[in-house]
C-alpha cells in the first residue's frame, strides 16, 4: 500500500471513532486542517518539476477526495444517529389506541336514593339532609329512647371525642335525628301560623343518609344508608303509612305483584310500630317475606320535643335501608360488594 492509500485509510479510521461531531471536526482538522497532512504535502510539491508537479499534485488531489468523501460520510452517519436517538426518546406510536376517558357512573345505592326520592317526591314529600356526626339529644333523648337504652351503648354506637350530650359526640346511628331536626326547622318556620292557633301546613318529608353502627358481616356494615321518611299534620294515620309505604314499594320494585307485611314490633320513637316485609309473588325471590324498613306512628313524646302539641299533631315515621332495596333490586347477596370500590362490580348497574 502506497503512502497516500495509507493516509486515507488512516483518515477512514479517524473519522470512524469520532462518536461526536465535535470529534468529527478535531479528526477532520489532521488530515484537512491548515497544518494538516493533505496541505503538509501539498506545500511538498514546491520543490518538484513542472511534470512531477502534475503527478504527484493530481495522486495527491485524489487522496483529499477521498478523505473529504469519508468525511462527508461520517458526517452524514452521525447525524443520521443522532436523529435516530431524538425520534426514539421521542417516540409518538400513533398506532396504540387512544386512552379513553373512562365513563363514570352513578354508585348503585346512590341509583336507588335517586329512585326513592323520585317516587316520594312524586307524592309531595320534601327530601332533608343532616348531619352524620350527631349528638345524643337527636340521635337518642329527644327521640324517646332512655338512658339506659342498648343501643346507646358503645358496643352498638361510635362514640366521638369531645363531645357532649347536647354538643355532636357520636355517628349517628339512624337517619331518626331527622324526624326532630327537619320538625323544629318546620315549626319555627310556621311559628306565627301556630301562635295564632291555627294548622300549620303538614310536614311531609324523607332524609336519606349515611348511618353508623358497630357491625360487620355479609349484610351489616359499620356505614351503611338509611332514608327516614315523616308525615305528620292534624289528621295523618297509620292508614296513610299503609298506602304511601305500599305505593312506594310497587313503584320501586315495578311489580303490583307484591304484598306487604305490617309486622307488630317496638321502638322508643314510635307507637304503635311495625316492621314491614315485603313478599313478591313471582321472580327469584317469590314466597320470602323480606323486611325492609321499620315504621310506626311518632311517639306523642317525640312529637313533643318537635314542639308540637301530640293532642293536635299525629303521623307516622319510617326508617328503610336502601343498601337492602338495592341488593333486592338487583340480587347481590353480599353488602360489602358495595363498598369495596371494584370497578367490575360497579360498573355494572351503569
Ligand atoms: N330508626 C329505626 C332503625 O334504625 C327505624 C325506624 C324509623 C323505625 C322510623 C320507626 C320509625 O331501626
Not at 485509510?9 to 465535535?22: I, N, V, W, Y
Not at 493533505?38 to 495527491?60: C, F, H, N, P, Y
Not at 389506541?97 to 316520594?120: D, K, M, N, W, Y
Request: hydrophobic share 40%; net charge negative.
Amino acid at each position: 500500500m502506497n503512502e497516500l492509500d495509507a493516509l486515507v485509510d488512516s483518515a477512514r479510521q479517524g473519522f470512524e471513532q469520532a462518536a461526536t461531531p465535535a470529534d468529527l471536526e478535531n479528526a477532520k482538522a489532521v488530515f484537512l486542517g491548515k497544518s494538516g497532512r493533505i496541505t503538509e504535502l501539498m506545500k511538498g510539491l514546491a520543490s518538484l518539476s513542472i511534470d512531477e508537479k502534475k503527478a504527484r499534485g493530481a495522486v495527491i488531489n485524489q487522496a483529499k477526495q477521498a478523505i473529504e468523501a469519508a468525511l462527508n460520510a461520517r458526517r452524514q452517519a452521525l447525524a443520521d444517529a443522532e436523529l435516530d436517538a431524538q425520534l426514539k426518546a421521542e417516540a409518538l406510536d400513533v398506532t396504540l389506541a387512544g386512552r379513553q376517558a373512562g365513563q363514570g357512573g352513578l354508585h348503585p345505592v346512590s341509583l336507588t336514593l335517586e329512585r326513592i326520592e323520585g317516587i316520594f317526591g312524586s307524592m309531595g314529600f320534601d327530601v332533608a339532609q343532616g348531619p352524620e356526626i350527631e349528638s345524643d339529644w337527636f340521635n337518642f333523648t329527644a327521640l324517646n329512647t332512655p338512658e339506659d337504652h342498648p343501643a346507646r351503648s358503645m358496643h352498638d354506637t361510635f362514640y366521638v371525642e369531645g363531645g357532649t350530650a347536647t354538643a355532636p359526640n357520636l355517628l349517628r346511628t339512624h337517619t331518626s335525628p331527622m324526624q326532630i331536626r327537619h320538625a323544629v326547622q318546620h315549626v319555627n318556620a310556621h311559628r306565627a301560623l301556630l301562635d295564632a292557633g291555627e294548622t300549620m301546613p303538614e310536614i311531609r318529608v324523607i332524609a336519606p343518609g349515611r348511618t353508623y353502627r358497630v357491625d360487620s358481616d355479609a349484610t351489616h356494615s359499620p356505614m351503611f344508608h338509611q332514608c327516614e321518611g315523616l308525615w305528620i299534620g292534624a289528621n295523618v294515620s297509620f292508614k296513610d303509612l299503609k298506602v304511601v309505604f305500599t305505593d312506594f314499594c310497587r313503584t320501586f320494585f315495578e311489580s303490583d305483584d307484591l304484598v306487604l307485611r305490617f309486622r307488630p314490633s317496638f321502638f322508643p320513637f314510635t307507637e304503635p310500630s311495625a316492621e314491614i316485609d315485603i313478599q313478591f309473588q313471582s321472580g327469584p325471590l317469590a314466597g320470602r317475606w323480606l323486611e325492609v324498613a321499620g315504621s310506626g306512628q311518632v311517639h306523642p313524646n317525640v312529637v313533643r320535643n318537635m314542639g308540637l302539641d301530640p293532642e293536635k299533631y299525629i303521623g307516622f315515621a319510617f326508617g328503610m335501608g336502601p343498601d337492602r332495596l338495592t341488593m333486592l333490586r338487583y340480587g347481590v347477596n353480599d353488602l360489602r360488594l358495595f363498598f369495596d370500590g371494584d370497578i367490575r362490580f360497579l360498573s355494572q348497574f351503569q
